[in-house]
C-alpha cells in the first residue's frame, strides 16, 4: 500500500537535546512538507522540498534543519535552538490524481 | 496570509446540516478541505479550483466563489462519523514551488 509513515509516534526529549523526526513517503511525490500543530493554531508550514537536495524554509523555520537526499525521505531535526518545541508535527507529500497534500500520522514531541 | 475560517465551533445533532466558510484576503488558485480527528493526521476531503472544477470524495458538497474568494463546505445529514476538525488550505497559485497555507480549523461535534 502507497502512503507516508512517520517515526516515532511519540517523542520524549530533554531540554538542549537535538531530535531527528522520520518521514517517508511511496508515493512517489516530489514534493514534501513538514507542519507544526499547536491546539487552536491550524498547521503551520515548517519547511518544505519540490526536489531532491532543495528545499525552502516555511513560515516558522527557526530552530529546524532538514534534508532530502533521496525522493522518499524528508527527515527534520528540532535544534535546541527551538525554544518551545513541544508539539504535533506532521509530515506530508503532494501529488497524484486530486494534486493536494496527503500527511502522515503524525509525531508527538514532547519537552520535558 | 492565514485564511479565516468560521465558525469556531458548531454542536449539532446527528441527521442536521451544517455549513463551514473559509475565506480568504487574496485571489486564491485553489482551496484544499481536510477533516482531523482528535491526535490523527488530517485525511483529504475536497480541492475546489479556481475556474470551477472539483476533485474529492463524492459524497461532500463544496463551493468556491471566486468573486469572494471564499469556500464553503456542506455536510447534510451529519453522522457521528463527521465529527472532527475541519481545515481548509489555500493555494494563491500553482507552481512548482506552491504551499497550502492553513486556517484554524472548525471543531464540529456530532451528538446522537
Partial sequence: DGGITQSPKYLFRKEGQNVTLSC???LNHDAMYWYR?????????IYYSQIVNDFQKGDIAEGYSV??????????????AQKNPTAFYLCASMGGVTDTQYFGPGTRLTVL | QQPVQSPQ?????????????????????????????????????????KGGEQKGHEKISASFNEKKQQSSLYLTASQLSYSGTYFCGTELSHSGYSTLTFGKGTMLLVSP
Avoid at chain 1, 534534508?67 to 535546541?80: A, M, N
Avoid at chain 2, 465551533?9 to 488558485?29: H, M, P, Q, T
Avoid at chain 2, 478541505?33 to 490523527?40: D, L
Fill in chain 1, 67 to 80: 534534508s532530502r537526499e533521496k525522493k522518499e525521505s524528508f527527515p527534520l531535526t528540532v535544534t535546541s
Fill in chain 1, 24 to 26: 517517508e513517503q511511496n
Fill in chain 2, 9 to 49: 465551533a458548531v454542536i449539532l445533532r446527528e441527521g442536521e446540516d451544517a455549513v463551514i466558510n473559509c475565506s480568504s484576503s487574496k485571489a486564491l488558485y485553489s482551496v484544499h478541505w481536510y477533516r482531523q480527528k482528535h491526535g490523527e493526521a488530517p485525511v483529504f476531503l475536497m480541492i475546489l479550483l
Fill in chain 1, 37 to 45: 500543530q499547536d491546539p487552536g493554531q491550524g498547521l503551520r508550514l
